[in-house]
C-alpha cells in the first residue's frame, strides 16, 4: 500500500502526459477488496485540493523512463467534474459521554435553537488511512496487550487485501521487527468507546516470524538501455505484489479480518513518485540545487527516527535552501514534537535555531537514504521567529514553535 498512497497519476505515458493527481487513500470494501483510489486533484500545497474517488480496477501500471508511472486514462478536468469523496461514512463513530445531554444539575438539556446532527450512515468498508499506523491488541479484555501497529498492507495482483504488515517490539522506531499477519483473520472490536484491532497472537508469536520482506514489491530499479526508455512498455492492472513475492514474503504466520475502519489514523505513509519524463508537461522537472526533487521520495512518519533527522538539508518557499535540522526535540512520551533548524551562520557560527513543529512536515529522501525537509517558509521568516530555547521550551513551547499552516 505504501508504493500506492501518495504516488502520483498520470493521464497517459506519451510524452504529452500530465501528472492529474495523486493518490491520498484507497477505499476496501467489506471483503477486503480494493475498491476506489482517492485521488487528490487540483490545488497548491494541499490548499484547494479536491479528493474524488476513481476505480481500482481501472488503474494501470506501465514503465516509462525506467520509472513506473500510475496511469487513469482519465482527465484532470473529468476528475474535478466528479463529487467530492466523503470520507465520514468510513470513519469511526465517536465516542458517546455518558453525560451527553445533561445540564449541570443532572436534567436533559435541550436547546430549542439546537437539532441534533443527523447520524452517518456507516459504510461497508475500510479506508486504508484507518488501517495503517493503526495499534493491534491482542484482545479485548482488561489484560489485553497492544502488540505492534500496522506499518502497511499487501495487496494481491487483483487488489485483494492479503496481509498486514505489523511493526512489532522497538522504541521510537528502532528495532521495530516487520512481520505479516493474514489481513482476513484481523478482527475490529469495540472497547471504551473506541474500535480496536484485534488479531488472536502474542507479541513473541509475531516476533518469532519472519521478517517481512518488501524489497520483492518495490519497483525494480530504472533500465539503464535508452532504447528501452523510449517506448513505455505495455500496461498491467494496478498491482501491489507480485504472485511470487506474495507467496515468500507475503503469506502470514497467523493473521485477522478487517471489515470497519481502525482506530488511530495512519501517518500515512506514502513515497512520492515523480518520473522525469522527455515532455516538459509530464513531470515536475524541480531541482533544489543540484538535487534533482524528481528522484526523491517521501518519506512514511512512520519510519521517521529522530536520529534520522539530524544534518538533513532543509528547503523552504521556491525550494531554496534555508538551513540544516540540527535537534530533534521530544514529547514526553518520547514522540518528535519539533525539528530544530539552524538558519543562517557561516560554518555554525552565528546561526539561529528556530523550531519548526512536526505537524504535516514533509520528509524526502533519495536513493542513498539521504534525508531532506521541505516546507513553505522562507529564511526571513524562519530567522523572524522566536529562537528555540531548550531551557524555557517546555513552558514556551506555543511562541517558540513554528507551524507550517
Known amino acids: 500500500m505504501t508504493n500506492i498512497i501518495g504516488v502520483s497519476v498520470y493521464n497517459g505515458t506519451g510524452d504529452d502526459a500530465q501528472n492529474i493527481g495523486k493518490i491520498d487513500d484507497v477505499v476496501f470494501d467489506a471483503s477486503?477488496?480494493?475498491k476506489s483510489a482517492i485521488i487528490g486533484v487540483?490545488?497548491?500545497?494541499?490548499v484547494g485540493k479536491k479528493d474524488v474517488a476513481?476505480?481500482?480496477?481501472?488503474?494501470?501500471?506501465?514503465e516509462k523512463n525506467g520509472d513506473r508511472w500510475l496511469v487513469a486514462k482519465t482527465s484532470k478536468d473529468e476528475l474535478s467534474a466528479q463529487p467530492a469523496f466523503d470520507r465520514k461514512p468510513y470513519d469511526p463513530a465517536p465516542a458517546q459521554s455518558a453525560d451527553a445531554g445533561q445540564s449541570a444539575t443532572g436534567g436533559a438539556q435541550k436547546p430549542a435553537d439546537v437539532k441534533p446532527a443527523e447520524p452517518v450512515k456507516k459504510a461497508d468498508g475500510n479506508l486504508a488511512s484507518n488501517i495503517m499506523g493503526g495499534s493491534v491488541y491482542n484482545g479485548t479484555a482488561d489484560d489485553a496487550q497492544k502488540i505492534g501497529d500496522v506499518k502497511d498492507i499487501v495487496l494481491a495482483k487483483d487488489g485483494k487485501a492479503e496481509s498486514l504488515v505489523i511493526g512489532v517490539g522497538g522504541f521510537l522506531g528502532m528495532g521495530t521487527k516487520n512481520v505479516t499477519f493474514d489481513f482476513?483473520?484481523?478482527?475490529?472490536a469495540e472497547r471504551d468507546g473506541k474500535r480496536w484491532l484485534v488479531a488472536e497472537a502474542t507479541k513473541e508469536q509475531l516476533q518469532a516470524q519472519p521478517d517481512f520482506n518488501r524489497k520483492a514489491y518495490d519497483p525494480a530499479p530504472a533500465?539503464?538501455?535508452?532504447?528501452?526508455?523510449?517506448?513505455?512498455?505495455?500496461?498491467?492492472p494496478a498491482v501491489a505484489s507480485s504472485d511470487t513475492t506474495a507467496d515468500k514474503a507475503g503469506k502470514p504466520a497467523q493473521p485477522a479480518q478487517t471489515t470497519a475502519e481502525a482506530t488511530t489514523p495512519a501517518a500515512?505513509?506514502?513515497a512520492?513518485?515523480?518520473?522525469?519524463?522527455?515532455?516538459?508537461?509530464?513531470?515536475?522537472?524541480?531541482t533544489t540545487a543540484s538535487i534533482d526533487k524528481s528522484t526523491l521520495k517521501e518519506m512514511p512518519m512512520g519510519d521517521i527516527r529522530g536520529d534520522d533527522l539530524k544534518g538533513a538539508t532543509v528547503y523552504g518557499a521556491n525550494d531554496a535552501k534555508i538551513g540544516e535540522i540540527g535537534d530533534v526535540v521530544l514529547t514526553p512520551d518520547k514522540?518528535?514534537?519539533a525539528v530544530i533548524v539552524d538558519v543562517g551562520g557561516f560554518l555554525g557560527i552565528g546561526a539561529k535555531e528556530v523550531a519548526v513543529g512536526m505537524d504535516k512536515l514533509k520528509f524526502m529522501t533519495d536513493k542513498d537514504g539521504k534525508k531532506y525537509l521541505y516546507t513553505n517558509f522562507t529564511k526571513d521568516e524562519l530567522q523572524a521567529q522566536a529562537a528555540y530555547d531548550k531551557g524555557t521550551y517546555a513552558q514556551q513551547r506555543d511562541k517558540q514553535r513554528l507551524i507550517l499552516k
Open 32 to 34: 477486503g477488496k480494493a
Open 42 to 46: 487540483g490545488g497548491f500545497l494541499g
Open 54 to 62: 476513481f476505480d481500482y480496477g481501472k488503474l494501470e501500471w506501465a
Open 184 to 188: 482476513a483473520k484481523a478482527k475490529w
Open 223 to 236: 533500465a539503464t538501455n535508452a532504447a528501452s526508455n523510449n517506448a513505455p512498455a505495455t500496461t498491467t
Open 268 to 270: 500515512t505513509s506514502t
Open 272 to 286: 512520492e513518485n515523480k518520473p522525469a519524463g522527455s515532455g516538459a508537461s509530464a513531470t515536475d522537472q524541480t
Open 335 to 337: 514522540k518528535p514534537d
